[in-house]
C-alpha cells in the first residue's frame, strides 16, 4: 500500500528567507513570533504532536533560535526539515504549485495599493458586461474587514464590493441571499475573462450572510484560477490511474487540473473531520492533498495572534486521529505554502521558509537538508508513489 498525504497549513512560516529583505519581509517569522507572544502573554504554546515530529526543531533550522516554550532537540520521530520558495512571489498560487513541482518563474501581475485600484477600463467594462450598478472598495482590504465595512451599503445599493490584496488577484463580495450566489458567480467568470491582460492568478467570489452590520463569509468561495503553466504532481499521479483527493481550496488552486475527487469544508476542523474520512477510504497510489485556510484567512491576514495560536492547539491535539488511521506505506507531509506573521505591519502574507516534516509508518525519524525549492517536496512523494518524476525538485528519503 502506497498512499501519499499533503496537510498544508496555510501561512505556517518558520522565518524569513534569506531575500526577504526584497519583499519588506526581514525579520519575519509566523511560528516564532505566535510562540513569542504567547510566552510573553504567560500561557507559552504547547503543540506535543508536532514538536515530537520535529517542528521545533525545524523552525530552529530556518531561524537559527528555538521557539520560545519548545525544547525538544533529539528523540523525534518524523523526518523533519524547512524548504525556500523558488519562485518569485509568496503568493497561494506560487506556494502550492512550487510545491507541486511547478515553480513560478514569472510576475504575476498586482493591482496597485491605491484608491482606486482597479484600471478605470476593466471596472467599466465589468459593469456593462454584468449590468450592476455600481462598485464598492475598490481598495487593498482585509475580506473579514471590508465586509463589515460595506456590507449595509451593498445590501442597500447592489453594489457588489471589490478589493484586492498583496495576492495577484481580484475579489468579489457579496450578499448571497440579497445579491444571489450564481449571480455573484457569473460577475465573477466575467472578471476572469477581463483579467487575463493584466496576468492576474485568481478572481475569488467571496460570499456572505448576515445582516445590519454582523456579515460573515459562507464556504461557497469559489476561486477562478490560471491553470498550472505545466502539468504538477496531481497531473502525474491522476495520469498513471491514480486519485487526487482534493480537500478545501485546492482544486480551486489548480484549476481543478490533475484533480479527480473535490471534498469542501466548512473551516478547519471540519477539513479534519474530512481528511479523517479520506484516511478510511483513500485507495493505493491515491494524493491526498488538505488546505487548512483558517490559519491564513482568519488569523493572519487579520494580525489576529492569539487565534492562530489556538487554531495550531486545535489542529496538534486532533493529529493522532488521523495518525492512527495510517496504513504500512503511507507518507504524510506537513508543510505550508509562504508565511503570513501575524506580528508584521499590514496584513500580507511574508516570505518565509516552509516546514518539511515527512512521516508514516515506514518512514525513518532523520533531519533533511535545506530544500532550494518547495519542489522537493512534490517530487519526493511523486517517488513514493513511483509516478514520472517531476520537472523540477529532488526526492528526499
Known sequence: ??????????SFGLGALPDA?????????????????????GKPMSLPNLERLGLAAAAHKASGEWAAGFDQRDGFTGAWGVAREQSTGKDTQSGHWEIAGVPVLFDWGYFPKTVPSFPKELTDKLQELTKVPG????????????????????????????????????????????????RLYEVCEAAYE??????????????F???????????????YAVPPTSPTLLDHVKNDGGEVIALGKISDIFAAQGVTQLIKGADNMALFDRLLE????????SLSFVNFVDFDMHFGHRRDVAGYANALHELDARLP???AKLKDGDLVVITADHGCDPTAPGSDHTR??????????????????????????GATLANHLGVKPLSNGTALL
Open 1 to 10: 500500500m502506497s498512499r501519499a498525504f499533503i496537510l498544508l497549513l496555510d
Open 21 to 41: 529583505d526584497k519583499y519588506g519581509d526581514a525579520g519575519t517569522n509566523t511560528f516564532g513570533h505566535i510562540a513569542k507572544w504567547a510566552a510573553n502573554e
Open 135 to 182: 462598485w464598492l472598495g475598490n481598495c487593498h482590504a482585509s475580506g473579514t474587514t471590508i465586509i463589515d465595512e460595506l456590507g449595509d451599503e451593498h445590501v442597500a445599493t447592489g453594489k457588489p464590493i471589490l478589493y484586492t490584496s498583496a495576492d495577484s488577484v481580484l475579489q468579489i463580495a457579496a450578499h448571497e441571499e440579497h445579491f444571489g450566489l450564481d
Open 194 to 207: 477581463l483579467v487575463k491582460p493584466y496576468n492576474i492568478g485568481r478572481v475569488i467570489a467571496r460570499p
Open 209 to 223: 450572510l448576515g445582516a445590519n452590520g454582523k456579515y460573515k463569509r459562507t464556504s461557497n468561495r469559489h476561486d
Open 278 to 285: 479520506v484516511a478510511d477510504t483513500a485507495p493505493e497510489k
Open 321 to 323: 486521529e488521523f495518525m
Open 352 to 377: 518565509e521558509h516552509i516546514p518539511m516534516i515527512f512521516f508514516g509508518p515506514n518512514v525513518p525519524a532523520q533531519e533533511l537538508p535545506i530544500a532550494s525549492t518547495f519542489s522537493d517536496i
